[in-house]
């Protein structure tokens, strides 16, 4: 299997220390009585506020914590570690385990898959905009819109907003893993848009491997959130669910796509020739705006994508529970 040639001691290494900082992450939130959502049984106001102060705290040391480790790992750089704690306070401290660990499967399940796939990607990372290393800007798109719905769900208390939470990690998980599974083990990208050949790494472009990535990350994250979610009828779905999710993941990775190849900026090399995301290429040298909106890069595309994640499981949710 490519995958498993590819990988080799360093990347089996960093998958190791996920999966150890996984575990301790885990034993941590059982570990802590504080941190036991059995008081968030239903949608009841004063439980998801009782302990806050503690939860916070206990949420920055474990935000701390996976910030750090990521930074070590090479996940993140600097800005990324940052923004990767600010949002894991909220995650961790608000949210709670039910939304922690869809994000964490999210983000250490994505970011082992973004180092294995790293070597492929060096050979045409010309054209991609962001390296395997993820900063401040990647992780908001990512996670941002995530955090807004544990807010709106904290706020609230309106079990739906766990359901529209799930939608815009699906989203992200099925994007991102599109595009790792894709240059991993995808032949031939084509256009979304009109179908013909395009080179590989250029946005909008899709592979039959990273339509099945993206399917497999959107439908692990729909299984994690059902694994861990809140007790009580409110927060029960079952199949249905799964697939609703999985759906809607798939869909707005498609969304994702299709933003790629038409409102995304690309710039031409002046040097080279190529299109590229990329604002400097062949070692430095200013590229020049071709198409798109000046504005939208790599980051605003996967924000759009979260947030379609949310609006197309909400969409789906209606049809399939009128009561939604
Ligand atoms: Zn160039």
Not at 28 to 54: C, I, K, N, T, V
Not at 160 to 169: E, K, P, S, T
Request: proline share 3%.
């Amino acid at each position: 299997m490519d995958l498993l040639r590819t990988a080799r001691y360093h990347d089996w290494l960093i998958i190791s220390g996920s999966l150890v900082v996984l575990t301790v992450v885990t034993a941590a939130f059982h570990a802590s009585s504080l941190l036991s959502f059995a008081a968030f049984a239903d949608s009841g106001g004063p439980a998801r506020w009782s302990g806050l102060p503690a939860r916070l705290l206990i949420g920055s040391l474990l935000s701390l914590l996976v910030a750090v480790v990521s930074y070590r790992l090479r996940f993140l750089d600097s800005s990324g570690s940052v923004a990767t704690f600010v949002l894991g306070v909220i995650i961790f401290g608000i949210g709670g385990w039910p939304f922690s660990a869809p994000m964490l499967s999210f983000f250490f399940l994505s970011s082992v898959l973004s180092k294995v796939a790293e070597r492929r990607r060096r050979e045409i990372s010309s054209l991609f905009e962001k390296s395997s290393r993820r900063d401040a800007g990647q992780v908001l798109a990512n996670g941002g819109i995530a955090a807004i719905a544990i807010l709106i769900w904290h706020v609230t208390g309106a079990p739906l907003w766990y359901m529209l939470f799930l939608g815009a990690v699906a989203a992200v998980t099925a994007d991102t893993w599109a595009t790792e599974v894709g240059i991993l083990l995808g032949r031939n990208p084509r256009s979304v848009i009109n179908w013909l050949p395009v080179p590989a790494g250029t946005s909008g472009g899709i592979t039959v491997a990273g339509v099945a990535g993206s399917v497999a990350g959107a439908f692990m994250i729909a299984v994690a959130g059902w694994l861990v979610r809140m007790p009580g009828p409110a927060y029960s779905f079952g199949i249905k669910g799964i697939v609703c999710l999985t759906v809607s993941g798939v869909f707005a990775q498609v969304l994702d796509s299709v933003l790629g190849a038409t409102i995304q900026a690309q710039h031409v090399c002046p040097v080279c020739g190529r299109h590229t995301e990329r604002r400097l290429h062949c070692g430095g040298v200013a590229t020049r705006f071709h198409s798109g909106l000046r504005w939208v890069n790599n980051d605003v595309v996967n924000a759009l994508c979260a947030l379609g994640g949310v609006v197309i499981v909400f969409g789906v949710l209606r049809l399939v529970d009128g009561r939604i």
